[in-house]
């Protein structure tokens, strides 16, 4: 029954955002008599959905819920209260919510109702689908994933800039999908003035309900251009910097330009723009960007994970790599991965890691 909750919290991976991703099942000897997930934000969550579909047949029944039940008026009511009001009889859930207005309130008060409650079960399973939401709540930043496109000797453009395309049409498409369960998509400004991206879900594959991510540029000097194709698309653009540059231009032209950074050093602050879109709701941040970028959050220790797509092809010498970091002259000064997937998509391998501690 858990696992059925976990495969029906993962229909909403594209649309629960900024919400967690939710399922429950409703059973009763045996047989479910109601499920649902959290569709869409502001809308009826998981347990809500799943008794409306039992009716009736709710009462009595185990809900069996992967995160726990909240407590408090958000912009819909209480689940714990409907589920009490429904009659159901035991409670099982696999994680508890970290979120601090809801932690432990919500099986307290359904133990507090006579209703039986037991936690744990396949709260690792769960863990991982919301380590984006668990991010937020418990680091304070949100969980940051670097996507990147490289050759086989790990070239991801050549010595002018060069770089589309490296890899095929398949990883193109596939990149849709991690854009479309991010918060937000972020990148520098050396990649705006070189590509001017869109950072937009393109594909219909990925049923965003037409969702877009929040768009972020780190562009500490202010040189983002009014015409950047971004400003022209539906959907947020957000500009950090530590200029007041055209700050009004961009502004005019549909950018929310932040000030967040120290402006003698003229750098933004990377650990204060991951708290800063915590904030505002971001679980899982994709960052699309070139070396410098890429380096930098790698140095200061804030990449999470890696989405490499390898292409087969060599690009040689005189090319771009994958990070620009200071001078690492031993071993000691390497960053340790673990790699967790390596599959194929179209004539690519599409390889995941893990930055680990450990060696």
């Not at 969702?211 to 040189?223: A, E, F, G, H, M």
């Not at 994958?322 to 390596?342: E, N």
């Amino acid at each position: 029954m858990m696992a059925r909750a976990l495969r029906l919290a993962a229909l909403g991976q594209y649309t629960a955002h900024p919400n967690p991703m939710v399922g429950c099942v409703l059973a009763k000897q045996g047989e479910i008599v109601g499920e649902g997930w959290h569709e869409l934000a502001g809308e009826a969550h998981a347990e809500i959905n799943a008794l409306r579909m039992a009716g009736d047949a709710a009462r009595g029944s185990t809900a069996y819920v992967t995160l726990e039940p909240c407590v408090h008026h958000g912009k819909t009511p209480p689940c714990v209260d409907a589920l009490i009001d429904a009659g159901i009889a035991a409670v099982v859930v696999a994680l508890e919510d970290p979120f601090r207005k809801v932690s432990g309130r919500g099986l307290r008060a359904l133990a507090d109702a006579g209703i039986s409650v037991r936690k744990g079960l396949m709260r690792k399973s769960v863990e991982k689908q919301l380590e984006g939401f668990i991010s937020r709540n418990v680091r304070g930043r949100p969980l940051l994933r670097v996507k990147i496109a490289a050759s086989m000797d790990g070239c991801t453009a050549m010595a002018d800039g060069q770089s589309q395309w490296i890899t095929g049409p398949e990883a193109r498409a596939d990149v849709q999908h991690l854009r479309a369960r991010s918060g937000a998509v972020m990148t520098g400004i050396g990649t705006v003035l070189a590509d001017d991206p869109s950072l937009t879900v393109r594909e219909a594959s990925a049923d965003t309900r037409g969702r877009q991510p929040l768009r972020v540029i780190l562009d500490s000097k202010l040189r983002t251009p009014v015409s950047a194709r971004m400003l022209t698309l539906p959907g947020a653009t957000l500009i950090y910097c530590c200029s007041d540059n055209h700050g009004e231009a961009l502004s005019a032209a549909g950018a929310e330009v932040v000030m967040l950074g120290d402006q003698e050093e003229g750098q933004v602050s990377l650990p204060l723009v991951l708290e800063d879109l915590a904030s505002r709701g971001v679980n899982e941040l994709l960052v699309e960007a070139g070396p410098t970028l890429a380096g930098k959050l790698l140095e200061a220790q804030l990449v999470d994970e890696l989405v490499i797509y390898q292409a087969p092809h060599i690009m040689g010498s005189e090319t771009r790599g994958m990070f620009r970091t200071p001078a690492w002259t031993g071993l000691a000064d390497r960053r340790a991965l673990r790699i967790t997937d390596v599959r194929r998509v179209g004539r690519d391998l599409r390889i995941t890691a893990r930055v680990t501690d450990q060696d």
